[in-house]
């Protein structure tokens, strides 16, 4: 009977099998599980042996989740560090709004909307990018990615008129969505579930630290220099970023095999021949997934078991052709049944006994026979892994046979998944507050009474990015270090709603951010007050944005590049598009402090879903399951 609650969180009242629900840690709950497929005793483990790794990676060299931990950070880095310089374009201009009007004469909001219009290419590029990617693979899409980038930053420094600016913008934006919608599920890709958020954290740091940190650097070159040698620096940037990820960011597609589905050839024969030993009865109790199937000997043979001894001695020759060298699969505890290993004693299928060195001497004899055209035997052939001059390749083949304009509405139809429309909508007003910000900056800091300098405007991003460092530190460890604590508690199993807890601190520190800022700056209060409220904005803003993330991408792994598509394109185009029409008049005529207190009350009501999502998430996981929305339309 499947109990009712677990924690505060519903149990779907008829099956414990919900997808996203894993088995996480090591415990003596005997419950079943439906992402479980291998028998316990038989799951990879990391060294110490108390997670139980998910994705289970396969014996293969090539498998992402198999490359050295450097290999993998080193990935991470590269594409977190061009995610740093792509997602810093959307402020670029912040401090230089002023100069950019002067330049082509036309006002403040008329440069601002070249922002909005900049996110509304990000979410064009990522409708675009993301069934490419999944089609043909995220190396080519990426590289691909970084080419336009680099030639819109040309074409915004050399633009001659504000339309042209306009079309360089969105020309860009279409470059850098790349940067949004696909690293997400690059790390799902080549990290564990265990290692995720962590990850998650590293490359939300980068991405908003870029907000952060760029306009800082632009303001310095706008101050000494132009607006316009600020594009040819970041385009001489993205030049060396597109070295970067030819060099270090291979493809990380990978079909990994059902695992604990197909066991080896003859673990499949004990097992069917087991049957016929007089224990079926035991056998028909216990819950084993093993395939069973007849094996026919070779002409004059009796048709006998085989003996565990040759399948360990197959299976230690096989494990010695392959090891995994961070993670271990456990020993089985020595009073624990094994369910396919033949007695000592078993019998013909005509009823005779017969001895185990007969049976080994079978299994010599049978291999030396020729076996049935029909037979499916798992040999275990050398593998040699990829080198580096062959993951240099860009364009891998066509990875997934399916319909580019089916797999390009997925996005749209996750707006129908409650886990995902959640994380849309606190990714959307996390990343998006800290756009609506820098295009206030220079309206606030410039006036009376700070009369700042592009400079000192520019310095002022200082505190945004400490506040990002510290979230980000936040979200990641402690994220994971609660995750862990509930699964504990939990019987060693994970729900994705453990990660929705985080929705206090996000709800608290980016309304109270929001509510102090424009308060602080109508009231005239000293500068670091308003500069202080920034930093608890974006603080609270990178833990929104990573909780989202690692809520939707856990929820639904097998849709995790559609799934940021769905949260980028809502960030873009209606929250930053749609702000960017109307936010600086809105500023202009009620004053910072009564629209920042109407954000801060939008924010907090919105992060109110929360606890329903927290309560109900489970069974809303198993609806959608049921309902099969993505194969109905796709």
């Given at each position: 009977m499947v109990k009712n609650w677990s924690l505060g969180i519903l149990e779907d009242p008829e099956t414990t099998e919900v997808p996203g629900t894993v088995l996480l840690l090591t415990s003596t709950t005997q419950e079943p599980l439906g992402l479980d497929e291998l028998p316990r005793e038989e799951q990879k483990r990391t060294p110490d042996g108390t997670i139980i790794l998910n994705p289970q990676p396969d014996d293969h060299p090539d498998d992402p989740l198999n490359w050295a931990s450097w290999r993998r950070d080193v990935a991470l880095l590269c594409l977190g560090w061009h995610c740093l310089v792509g997602g810093g374009q959307t402020p670029v201009l912040a401090a230089g709004f002023n100069d950019v009007a002067k330049t082509f004469d036309v006002s403040i909001p008329d440069v601002a909307l070249t922002t909005g219009l900049f996110m509304m290419g990000l979410g064009i590029g990522a409708l675009i990018s993301s069934p490419t990617a999944i089609i043909f693979g995220k190396r080519p899409v990426y590289l691909f990615g970084v080419l336009i980038f680099l030639a819109s930053s040309i074409w915004c420094a050399a633009s001659k008129s504000y339309g042209s600016l306009v079309a360089g913008r969105i020309l860009m934006g279409i470059g850098v969505s790349p940067c949004e919608s696909l690293p997400s599920a690059t790390i799902a890709e080549i990290f564990f579930l265990h290692e995720r958020a962590y990850r998650i954290g590293i490359y939300t740091l980068l991405l908003l630290g870029g907000k952060n940190l760029v306009p800082l650097v632009s303001a310095a070159i706008i101050e000494t220099m132009s607006w316009r040698w600020v594009f040819w620096i970041v385009a001489i940037i993205v030049g060396f970023n597109l070295g970067l990820l030819f060099l270090f960011v291979p493809e990380t597609f990978w079909v990994r095999t059902p695992r604990g589905k197909s066991p080896s050839f003859l673990r499949r024969a004990s097992s069917s021949i087991f049957s016929h030993s007089g224990s079926s009865k035991k056998k028909e109790k216990s819950r084993s997934r093993r395939t069973s199937v007849d094996v026919l000997p070779p002409d004059g043979i009796a048709r006998?078991?085989?003996?565990?001894?040759?399948?360990?001695?197959?299976?230690?020759e096989q494990k010695a052709d392959m090891k995994h060298a961070h993670f271990v699969t456990p020993e089985k505890p020595k009073d624990e049944i094994d369910e396919v290993s033949p007695p000592k004693e078993v019998y013909k299928m005509d009823g005779g006994k017969t001895s185990r060195a007969s049976l080994d001497e079978y299994v010599l004899k049978a291999a030396a026979q020729p076996l049935p055209s029909n037979a499916n035997i798992e040999t275990a052939e050398p593998v040699t892994p990829k080198t580096f001059?062959?993951?240099?390749?860009?364009?891998?083949?066509?990875?997934?046979?399916?319909?580019?304009?089916?797999?390009?509405i997925r996005p749209i139809i996750l707006f129908a998944y409650p886990a995902v429309l959640w994380s849309t909508v606190v990714y959307s007003l996390s990343v998006g507050w800290l756009i609506v910000l820098s295009e206030t900056v220079a309206h606030i800091y410039q006036e009376h009474p700070y009369n700042f300098s592009r400079l000192a405007t520019g310095l002022v991003y200082l505190s945004p990015f400490i506040g990002g460092i510290?979230?980000?530190?936040?979200?990641?460890?402690?994220?994971?270090?609660?995750?862990?604590?509930?699964?504990?508690?939990?019987g060693g199993v994970y729900e994705p709603e453990f990660r929705l807890v985080m929705g206090i601190p996000v709800a608290i520190a980016t309304a109270?951010?929001?509510?102090g800022?424009?308060?602080?700056?109508?009231?005239?209060d000293n500068w670091m007050v308003p500069t202080f409220f920034f930093g608890l904005?974006?603080?609270g803003c990178s833990l929104g944005s990573t909780t989202a993330i690692t809520f939707c991408v856990d929820s639904y792994r097998q849709y995790a590049g559609e799934a940021l598509v769905t949260l980028n394109f809502s960030k873009n185009v209606f929250h930053g598009l749609v702000f960017s029409l109307f936010f600086n008049r809105w500023l202009e005529a009620d004053g910072s402090k009564t629209v920042f207190l109407a954000l801060g009350g939008i924010h907090m009501a919105c992060l109110l879903f929360t606890i329903p999502l927290y309560i109900y998430g489970k069974r809303l996981r198993m609806w959608t399951t049921r309902a099969k929305l993505m194969e109905k339309w796709t």
């Open positions: 006998l078991p085989v003996t565990s001894d040759a399948i360990e001695g197959v299976e230690q001059t062959q993951s240099l390749t860009v364009y891998s083949g066509i990875l997934r046979h399916e319909n580019w304009l089916k797999v390009a510290i979230g980000t530190a936040v979200a990641g460890k402690v994220s994971d270090i609660i995750v862990r604590a509930m699964s504990r508690a939990n109270i951010g929001l509510m800022f424009g308060w602080s700056a109508q009231e005239r904005i974006s603080f």
